[in-house]
């Protein structure tokens, strides 16, 4: 098991050893704070980067850039602008100290890394603390929503909502820098992840360590009967992926889980889990969709991941909780299990209350949703197999329709599309125009009636959010675009153009887009993404 350091004292080593003389040339400059960037960003980030500090220095400050250093002139405390600001890595006037969001970066490899690196990281962190939880496909950039709430200028009291928050990263980015987080997603896997991940940030890292520690020290892992375990359907889809020495691990994991005390924790196991499943089970790693790849189980394998899984959890999110802030009052943290097309249904307590809205919502028909997460789901017990196809109907960007499913949306978009541009429908009636015939596949003849229910389904969703939101408050959607072949020629889905466009309708006002490159993606899904990224900027 892991040693613990105090988390003070974890802080100010780490904090300590990461700070710096300011450079010579700086040294006339006695009433200025010293800011220097990430040296890795990319043009987008440095674009945002001024912004953020634009947004918490005073109006009429002046800052200028000196050989790579920016100075300020301002009575903002450096204490201030080293808590809040994303990417920039050193602050101050007479040293420079590392910010609070380069500490946390700075624990992505763990404890015994943390405390043996002597210099600041060269190279982007995305998987730092409580992000790196799961695996979850198409994970939100943390330093973005961080940098998009500063820009934002909402005080530490407001409410941040994300619709759409799949693994969380926005709920736990309003935490993190002491605003309440509210959020919704439809799947329950992710709903499981996104409440955890953000949970974890208002811990006691002490707690956390010894709670984790000493319940997994206690796990004996005592045979249980799968039929105790799952219903008989969910067992018997289990037998199909599943060798049965594996279920019965997975089946004794789970027996130790639900005798943890608090939710919480039982919740944190639970992801850790989902986590090791794919690995464990006859689905293929790399694949998007639920494809067979029999291979041999050794007994005890899935228990041993499991365990490791929860020691690198351990190992990585306990230092970062020694690096957060304390914040007096705790925010608070409220997140629901439904669909962002109805969100005002689902929060009435907060119509015209929410003071910012950041989120990435799904890229239209871009990934198999549920279909990725099945088996994760029906192991938990979240969602039981004669559901998911009611399910993934209901959640925005699906791909998974039957026939008679494809000819109702289509009914469906044809009832309304006069409620979208008339961009939006050119598109789609032309992609109808060319795939509604026998000679194609069926996925490019599901096509057009997915797209006018993406489509329909956002306008709804971002109408349903605006009436959440407080007159002039700011909404950010970060989207991405994708293609498709029709009559053999590629067709670009400019879904950050319609989506602005569309927000309009719903009756948001257009600020801006802001382009940005696509990050580079260690998981199993980038090749299913597009190259690139817009962020529409609104306000209500």
Not at 347 to 365: M, R
């Amino acid at each position: 098991m892991l040693n613990q350091v105090t988390p003070i004292k974890f802080k100010n080593e780490i904090q300590q050893r990461l700070s710096s003389s300011i450079p010579l040339f700086l040294a006339a400059y006695t009433d200025y704070i010293k800011l220097e960037l990430k040296p890795y960003l990319q043009p987008f980030e440095r674009e945002l980067a001024r912004r953020e500090l634009r947004a918490i220095i005073n109006p009429d400050d002046h800052f200028f850039e000196n050989n790579g250093y920016f100075l300020v002139s301002t009575d903002i405390s450096e204490e201030i602008i080293r808590g809040h600001l994303t990417y920039w890595q050193r602050v101050g006037r007479s040293y420079l100290q590392p910010t609070v969001q380069e500490l946390l970066e700075f624990t992505q490899n763990g404890i015994t890394s943390t405390l043996e690196k002597r210099e600041l990281h060269n190279a982007r962190r995305l998987r730092y603390g409580p992000h790196d939880l799961h695996e979850y496909r198409g994970k939100f950039f943390p330093q973005l929503v961080r940098s998009l709430i500063n820009i934002s200028g909402v005080p530490e009291n407001a409410r941040i909502l994300d619709p759409m928050c799949g693994s969380g990263t926005t709920p736990c980015e309003a935490l993190a820098l002491g605003r309440s987080a509210i959020g919704a997603d439809l799947n329950p896997l992710s709903f499981l992840i996104s409440n955890v991940k953000s949970a974890i940030v208002l811990e006691n890292p002490s707690s956390f360590f010894e709670i984790v520690s000493t319940n997994l020290n206690n796990f004996q892992f005592k045979e249980i009967d799968p039929e105790k375990v799952w219903s008989y359907d969910d067992l018997r889809y289990l037998q199909l992926w599943f060798d049965a020495t594996a279920i019965n691990d997975l089946a004794s994991i789970l027996s130790e889980i639900n005798d943890v005390q608090r939710v919480l924790y039982q919740d944190f196991f639970k992801v850790c889990l989902s986590n090791i499943i794919r690995s464990v089970s006859w689905q293929k790693d790399t694949d998007l969709r639920v494809r067979k790849e029999i291979k041999p189980y050794k007994p005890g394998t899935a228990i041993s991941k499991f365990c490791d899984e929860v020691i690198g959890q351990l190992d990585r999110i306990y230092p970062y909780l020694c690096m957060l802030p304390n914040h007096t009052p705790q925010p608070d943290l409220l997140i629901r299990n439904g669909n962002a097309v109805t969100i005002s249904d689902l929060f009435p307590e907060f119509i015209g209350k929410i003071d910012l809205l950041v989120t990435s919502p799904p890229y239209a028909t871009a990934l198999p949703y549920l279909d990725t997460d099945r088996l994760s789901l029906i192991v938990l017990g979240l969602l039981s197999r004669t559901n998911h196809k009611d399910t993934e109907r209901k959640m925005v960007g699906t791909r998974e329709v039957s026939e008679r499913q494809r000819q109702e949306m289509w009914s469906y978009y044809l009832t309304r599309k006069n409620e979208l541009p008339m961009r939006v429908t050119k598109l789609i009636d032309q992609v109808a125009e060319h795939n509604h015939n026998s000679m194609v596949g069926f996925r490019r003849r599901n096509l057009p009636a997915l797209l006018g229910k993406y489509f329909l389904d956002m306008l709804d969703a971002m109408r349903s959010a605006h009436s959440l939101m407080r007159p002039g408050a700011f909404g950010y959607y970060v989207v991405g675009n994708n293609s498709s072949i029709v009559a053999g020629k590629k067709i670009e889905i400019p879904t950050n153009d319609f989506l602005f466009e569309i927000g309009v309708t719903a009756g948001w006002q257009k600020i801006e887009l802001i382009p940005m490159e696509l990050l580079a993606s260690r998981d199993i899904f980038k090749e299913n993404r597009g190259s690139s990224e817009t962020i529409l900027c609104f306000r209500a």
